[in-house]
């Protein structure tokens, strides 16, 4: 053989490679998504009424459709028998894995017994699923820490370290079917506590029990209703300087009392109000100082960490945990992936939303349809 013939022979031989190569990548690739396309994966959020869960179910419902999963995504209208009959039907439907936000963390124990029968897997998303042993994985926040965050703010703000006051202070809680809802309170009332002790923050209302303070669904409407009788009762001839809201809605129900009751007018400055979730509501709130800060936690990071679990569960693999003390369930400690809140406020949202890519900056243009 020639020299030509040679490399003639060898050209045709690295094309076959390649191309054998190609292919055999194109199969597996093919096979693979094949393969997750047969896995369904059921995804129960618990409403559509708040931003948050919207945008929870979408990023979950993104990202598992990206690794080829086939997905059912429910919400749950915030009724417990709904819920109940969404996760039913999931199991029926052969869902491998159901990744739930809880409408009440404490109903689901009877449809999770079926749903372990099945041998399906459960991750209790964002809200920590109780009294059950068929929870097998949560992923959240760190909830103490979101509670603590909204206490240290209002220390900082107030000078409190420094013996400044005496202020006053209101607090208003999460809804009680929340598991969440001890945690926000517990961390901020650390904080905030002492102070009460001392004298430098005083509760007119007297309402300083979660019970008290509570609000049902973590609803706007009734955190409204339950500030506006306090500054009835007790700040007709005084002024408020502080509300403890542990979440966005609720701050914003506080801010509806507030300014029904002439604050933000005449000198009147708005209270220092903190929140949670970085809703748009209350960013814009935020910017026209009607709220003083939000706890942001970046629900993107959440959706994709509990794609990342999914993948190990579907693989036979055990999926990445860093928090295996802090959730116990009454019935044994969940494994737990646990990510770190931030605060934004005036200060830092910028920052913190727009540069992310969490929001645009057009967003939160002061117009008649932004309000
Ligand atoms: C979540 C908060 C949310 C609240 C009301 C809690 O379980 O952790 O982010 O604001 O529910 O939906």
New binding site residues.
Partial sequence: MNKFAVKKKYIAKTILMSLAFIFAFILVGCGLALDNKTVRIGVAM??QT?Q??NQDGAYLEKGLSEHGYDVFLEFGNNEISLQNTQIRTMIKNGCKVIIIGAVDGNALSQVLDEAKEAGVTIIAY??LIMNTDAVDYYAT?D?LSVGMIQGEYIEEKLGLKYGAGPFNLEITA??LD?N?TIFYFEGAMEVLRPYIRNGQLSVKSGQTGIKDCAISH?KEKIAEERMANILATYYADDKIDVILCP???TAIGAQGALLAAGYNKDGKKMPIITG??ADRKSVRAILRDEQTMSIF?DTRNLAAQVVKMVDAIVAGKEPETNDIGNYDNGVKVVPTFMMRPVFVDKTNYKEILIDSGYYKESEFLFDEANK
């Fill in positions: 618990p409403t708040r948050r869960w964002d809200r926040f909830n999460g809804s929340d969440n973590w979440n966005d809605s949670q979730d936690k």
